[in-house]
Structure formats: C-alpha cells, structure tokens
C-alpha cells in the first residue's frame, strides 16, 4: 500500500513538474483557420502583394477602403494556439507575433505557426495561449519603414520563426497563406488540449528588444500595448507631479 502512494506522489510530482516547464504550453486544438484581418472572412482587406516561394514568403495586406487606411487595424489570430514569440526586432521586422497552432487533417495531427509583422502595437505576451479571433496587435508601419499593411506567413516548418535563412525556400516549409487559410476553413472539431513545445526556434543574430516576460495565467494580456502613462490631470492642469 505504502508503495501505491509513493509511486503516486511520484507521478503528480512529475506532471507538476512538466506543467512548470514554461516552454511547454497547453493549446486547443484549432477547429478552424480565419482571416488575420476583416476576422473571420477578411472583408474589408485585400492583397497588395503576394506570396512566392522564391522571394516574398508571406502576403502583405493592406485595407480595400485605400492606402494608409489599415494603419492601426485590429489584427487577429487566425486560429486557437500559443503565443511562441512577440517582441520588437527593429530592423524589418518591426513588432512580430508568431502563433503555434495544432490541428488535425486526416486524422493526422499537424502543426503550423501563423506570423504576424510590421505591428504597431503587441496585445499578447511569448507563451500566452489564444484563441481563434482574438485580437493580438494593431497593423503598424515597422517604424516607419513602410506604408502601413500587415505582412502574414504561414509555415509548415515550426523551427523558422523569423530566420527565413534556418529553412529551404520550398512549399514544404512555407505555405502560401491564403491557399492554406483557405484549404483550412472547416477542420474537424477536436475538444481536447494539447501541451506544445514553444522553444523550438533560431533567434536572429542582429538586436532585437527582449521578450517580455513569459506569460502567466495571472499575468496581464495586453503587454506592450501602453505607451507613455497619461498624465494625470493634475500634470495637465499644472504641468508638474503632484
Ligand atoms: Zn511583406
């Protein structure tokens, strides 16, 4: 009997261990994929330039309603997942979100991580689970680099993050986003949970802003999206701190 215990102690002493991993991340299983903006269908947005294997590996997204009128566009998550990175590299990337999702397609269980570039403002932290819809920054410029759009990737590859060079250019790593959002509108529905690893990619050599700290269930869900606090309204009336 004693034994029964001991070897029962040790089991929950493992899954509390494993549930403490924080690369190790409980997802649900997406039931379907959705647009990244005019969420769920895309209406209102267009391509202003599309994906190819050779050069441009993702689709940029602009408003059909004219230039500059998807700056600061809600941007969603395009299917249930795990944050697995947010955080502002500068350079051309700007701020970017990378989303792990896991789904079945016949009856085989896949993997696929959705990009999300250029961002103004990041509303999710690394390591935060999200659900399909959810709103997770607003389309931004990189900076200034760039008219306004959103630059959106899929990859079947789920080592690549943001190192386009850690993979081969091939069809095989990279989808094209549209034909894959498209092909992935209707999936079998899945209840369940699924633990997925959200350490698995290559950062990028050049400096980027560190992450934000990893995300808690308790933990705030709009990281990164304040600016400067607002002065009170004493500091407004009297330009000074009260
Ligand atoms: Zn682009």
Redesign the pocket.
Known sequence: MSRLWLLIGLVSSLINFAHADPAMVSTSIADRFDFPLGAPNGDGYERS?GFNVHG?L?E?WVSAAGPGAVYHAPVSAVANGVVTLARDFKRSWGNVIVIRHAYYEGGELKYADSLYAHLDKIFVAEGQPVNRGQEIGLVGNAHGLYHPHL?FEIHHNVTIGVVHTSATRSLANYADPSIFLTQHRVLNPVHEKLVVNVNTYTMPTFAGIPAKPFYTANAVTRVASSGSPKPSIFQSLFGSKP
């Open positions: 330039r441009h993702g940029d630059h």
